[in-house]
């Protein structure tokens, strides 16, 4: 669908800066900025910016980033150096401030850049200017209100989706990333203005189980939100086969029950066969045929980018799928390009690296799975938002149900537990004080 049905191209948003190419998380540290880069010199070598409106992406504003983030943790990004950090490096545990998440310099502005991008990305869908944004940058789902997580430091898909929410009554968060999604979960588990849907890499091996931790079957969302977050947790070695097979009816549900008016697509590439921290096996052809059924509802669409930890796949990922969102062909072989040797000896667009993790996804529960979350969907009243006005009021506060609050807060403790683990860590170490100011 190109258009919304209308038969005209659709109009697309796409942000990029130079300077990502500077930012450098440190030695060893799985997260490369430079794959955006990457990313951008293949989209240049097939002339698919020819069919994008190019932005560079400005720096988001003290008050759009605590939209979201605490005041306390922007001024602790904002005024934190590297050497500060190396300093005091215990004081700053408790804003999630460690390895995974290290101050490098240019961060504040690497942080500004990519969620001015998501920011101006869904303005301009709300705005008619693009039916389409691009944030290749963006996509960092983890960050909390207050705590850098995951590599994420601010979380644009949260930012992105409040921007949304201005102007239509229903946001879907979509999430393809073998990472559970839980900070934007987390964001809106209260409220039915907005469902995440995140399929995600669930397991434990001797006890320690893979990052997050988080998503499991029946962390479906309270009060307002219950029944609003979906999860589809997955065990390793997945294969497009059976990852499509789940996606495309759970998705075609939830457009059918939500209704929603605009779409967020966090599209990770760490769910790509042989990424460095990832197990499932997906191709590169399922991840974009995944962005291209999304875009056949013919939705505004804020698409970012997310994981992905072998740079040279995550590159042929994000170039296809800009490929399949523009709905142009492109050829196989790689064009010219800056980073052209990095993808030696397989100078290939569509090239697949050798599944290594067996597939532990049985049919069975594969399909317990599926018949779990669209009975989970069958069960919700019709989309909500009907008797908003046309452009919802600003106030997200979700009224409370008359459900017993005991059994609410029984489940909000467990989910406490497992989706602020770091926090209470920093609580029983005496790093943060339970009570008083989180500055």
């Known amino acids: 669908m190109e258009g919304s049905g209308s038969g005209r191209k659709n109009k697309i948003a796409y942000f990029y800066d130079n300077d990502y190419t500077g930012y450098y998380y440190g030695p060893d540290h799985p997260m490369k900025p ?5 990313t951008h010199q293949l989209v240049l070598g097939y002339g698919l910016h020819r ?3 190019v932005y560079r992406p400005r720096l988001a504003q003290y008050g759009e980033l605590t939209a979201f983030h605490s005041e306390e943790f922007i001024d602790m990004l904002r005024d934190t150096t590297p ?28 942080c500004r850049q990519y969620a001015a991008a998501s920011i101006d990305g869904a303005y301009k869908l709300n705005h008619g200017q693009a039916d389409i944004a691009i944030n290749w940058a963006g996509g960092l789902h983890h ?13 644009d898909c949260v930012l992105g989706c409040l921007e949304l929410l201005k102007h239509h009554p229903r946001v879907l968060y979509i999430d393809i990333d073998i990472h559970h999604g839980d900070g934007v979960e987390e964001a809106f588990y209260t ?4 469902m995440c849907v995140s399929f995600h890499l669930k397991q434990e091996w001797g006890g320690q189980p893979f990052f997050p931790g988080t998503g499991a079957l029946d962390e479906i969302g309270e ?54 921290l990832g197990m499932f096996n997906l191709t590169l052809e399922g991840h974009a045929e995944a962005v291209r059924f999304v875009k056949s509802f013919g939705l505004p669409m804020l698409v ?15 170039t296809l799928e800009t490929a399949v969102l523009c709905g142009q062909d492109v050829e196989d072989a790689l064009p010219p390009n800056t980073y052209l040797e990095y993808f030696s000896p397989e100078y290939r667009l569509k090239y697949n690296r050798r599944p290594t993790w067996p597939n532990q996804n049985k049919r069975e529960e594969v399909e317990r799975i599926k018949h779990t979350l669209l009975e989970q969907l069958q069960q919700l009243r019709g989309a909500p938002g009907f008797a908003m006005a046309e452009r919802p009021p600003e106030a997200l ?12 807060h029984t489940r909000l403790k467990g989910y406490v537990k497992t989706h602020f683990e770091h926090h209470l860590k920093c609580v029983e170490k005496g790093l943060v004080d339970p009570w008083g100011d989180s500055g």
């Open 143 to 155: 960050a909390k209100k207050a705590e850098a997580s995951g590599f994420c430091y601010i979380n």
């Open 191 to 194: 409220t039915d203005r907005v």
């Open 223 to 276: 009060y307002q939100g219950k029944g609003y977050s979906l999860n589809v947790p997955l065990v390793q070695g997945i294969d497009t086969e059976q990852y499509l097979a789940l996606f495309k009816p759970i998705i075609s549900k939830v457009m059918e029950v939500f209704q929603p008016g605009a779409v967020v697509l966090q599209c990770g590439a760490d769910s790509l066969v042989g990424d460095r």
């Open 51 to 53: 069919n994008l409106d």
């Open 397 to 408: 506060e979700p009224e409370f149900t008359a459900e017993d609050e005991d059994q609410v």
């Open 83 to 110: 050497e500060m950090q190396k300093a005091k490096w215990d004081h700053f545990l408790k804003w999630g401030i460690e390895y995974d998440c290290p101050i490098f310099h240019g961060l504040f502005r690497f």
């Open 34 to 38: 430079q794959r955006i880069a990457m």
């Open 304 to 318: 970012l980018g997310g994981g992905g930890y072998t740079k040279t796949t995550v590159a042929r990922a994000w």
